[in-house]
């Protein structure tokens, strides 16, 4: 009697545990499916949201491309008018630089031609009429610049006279054999000329009349 409770408690206990087991079990799957359906979808939601990033990726990629891209291009737009604005400018520039050379070279050779013909004319010997030009300027207050007038209206219009007669009339008044009542006005400046300054100056004085 006692055996058999025993057994049959066993059986029970036994019967009763094959069926909590197996319930465990299908427990224990259900849930260890059901984690794995929750990752796949949450892998699936990963993915499809990595998709989304990579596609915002690509598209912001694709976007900062173009601006580059316009943006060079816009660069190289602006380049190209900087240079050929700069090229013109340039070209401007050289075209007056030029001209402003030549200029100058036209006017260096210009002044250095005054400069070389003034040069000649300091230079040169002085010839008989310019001799005769400047001692007639001591002349020029009382003779008149053409010895045209008559010296303090008391002398003759000279420029009529021969060149024979001034020659004579000046010696006249250095040695003393020629002169009028106001020869004293002459005597000095007569004094002062040599007999090739009488000759000059009465070939000028000869010429102006003839003027
Ligand atoms: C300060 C004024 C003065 C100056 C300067 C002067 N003369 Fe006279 N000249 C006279 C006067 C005045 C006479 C008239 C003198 C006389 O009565 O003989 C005269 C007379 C003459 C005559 C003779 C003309 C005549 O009427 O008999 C000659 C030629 C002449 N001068 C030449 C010159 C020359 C050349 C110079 C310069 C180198 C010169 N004179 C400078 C005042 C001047």
Redesign the pocket.
Known sequence: MRLIIIAAAVLALSGCGEKNIAEEINKTSQNVINSIEKKASEAGEISQKAEEAMNSIAQTTLEAKQTVEKTLQEAADTSRDILQKANETLSNISAKADKITNESANTIEAVKQKADDAAKVITAPLTNADKGKK??M??M???GAKAEKS??N???I?NK?SKEQ?LN??KG?KDGT??????A??IP??KR?SDADMEE?SAY?VNLGKQ
């Open positions: 001692l007639f001591t002349c207050p009382c003779h010296a303090v008391k002398s003759q000279i006279w001034i009339a000046l008044y020629y002169g009028g009542a106001f020869k006005q002459m400046t007569a000329l100056l004085i």
